[in-house]
């Protein structure tokens, strides 16, 4: 009971010490980058950034990220995002369903173009379940790396400042040793948190049909794989690499 009582003052002196301003910085400034980038994509994704203080924060995390998780301590082995899936299961003939138009991570370009490749699995009857094994599809981690943002909270009918929200359930993950972001939409459940570190080929979620579009009766259940420079933000064609990614059967 002493214990408790301890534990109680010791919080209520810390709450008092974070009304002082430079504390309350301090508390924040012991976020994690990982937590801290997921902040900013939620605060672009619901336009709540205007777009210079966006670009500046790009700016930021282009040199935050490498010092946080240096790309020495990490491997660049390319794994394929769906198991038991492959090259010939991307939409489009060699990859032709990347369209980047003139997308922009931040911003109105948001909406342009499909700056991604589909990849889409045997779901006949869009129950989410593969028809091969009964089984939901299991998403695997491209690369190692560190998940940087993870939204499971997608419901039909949901959206955020008039927009539905068209990913569904997405994952973030940050790959240090390729300096590129890959970003999985249309999940289902989730087994990673924001921070985590995974490996290549982990298995982070399983494949869903969340999202405004891929919820709809016509959309055959697909993973949406897009991929962002660290650089810049701007997306690269993920064909080649699913190329070079080895297959999970
Ligand atoms: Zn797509």
């Not at 935050?64 to 991307?90: C, I, M, Q, S």
Request: aromatic share 10%; glycine share 10%.
């Amino acid at each position: 009971m002493e214990g408790l009582a301890r534990v109680l003052l010791s919080l209520l002196f810390l709450k008092t010490l974070l009304t002082i301003p430079a504390l309350r910085a301090f508390a924040s400034e012991a976020e994690t980058p990982a937590k801290r980038w997921e902040e900013f994509e939620r605060a672009v994704r619901d336009e709540r950034l205007p777009l210079e203080e966006a670009r500046r924060q790009i700016e930021a995390f282009r040199a935050l990220l490498p010092a946080a998780y240096p790309l020495r301590e990490f491997d660049g082995t390319l794994v394929f995002p769906l198991k038991g899936y492959g090259l010939r299961h991307v939409g489009g003939k060699r990859g032709e369903g990347y369209r980047p138009s003139r997308y922009e991570f931040v911003g109105p370009r948001r909406r342009v173009g499909h700056p991604a490749q589909d990849i889409f699995v045997y779901d006949g009857n869009q129950d989410g379940l593969d028809d091969r094994t009964g089984e939901p599809v299991a998403v695997l981690a491209f690369a190692e790396g560190v998940v940087v943002s993870a939204f499971a909270a997608w419901a039909p009918g949901l959206s955020v400042n008039g927009n539905g929200l068209r990913g569904g359930n997405y994952l973030w993950i940050y790959h240090p040793a390729l300096r590129l972001f890959s970003y999985s939409a249309h999940l289902d459940r989730l087994h990673v948190t924001t921070g985590e570190r995974v490996a290549g080929g982990q298995a982070v979620a399983t494949l869903g049909r969340s999202g405004t579009n891929a919820y709809a009766e016509r959309s055959p259940t697909h993973l949406h794989f897009m991929l962002l420079r660290l650089e810049d933000m701007r997306p690269v064609n993920p064909y080649p690499l699913l190329q070079a990614a080895r297959e999970i059967r």
